[in-house]
């Protein structure tokens, strides 16, 4: 695997969001500016699985710059953009809560 195929898993600092969007959150570190970010139990998951980096918006951001531009649509084949089904559950559960809520 070169440097070409990490996958990269972009967190939410925890500085820019308290409170976590997803229930059951846990604190990473940012690989590269050492920032805590949130991680959820479902990308906790995939992270451990692909040896993926953590890497907080601000420091994804020039990375997922030049993966969109390589391709207008989220990527070619060595550099994807991809949310999984677990994510999403996630994400739908939350959203069902904060509906319910109000
Ligand atoms: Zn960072």
């Given at each position: 695997m070169d440097d070409d195929d990490k996958t990269i898993i972009l967190c939410n600092r925890v500085s820019d969001?308290?409170?976590?969007?997803?229930?059951?959150c846990t604190k990473e570190k940012c690989l590269k500016c050492s920032a805590e970010v949130w991680i959820s139990p479902a990308t906790k998951r995939i992270q451990e699985e692909k040896k993926a980096d953590i890497v907080c918006g601000p420091c994804a951001a020039p990375e997922f710059l030049e993966a969109v531009n390589r391709s207008p649509?989220?990527?070619d084949d060595r550099h994807k953009v991809e949310i999984t089904p677990s994510q999403i559950e996630e994400i739908n559960a939350q959203i069902r809560r904060d509906v319910l809520k109000n």
């Open positions: 969001s308290p409170v976590p969007g997803i229930d059951n649509w989220f990527g």
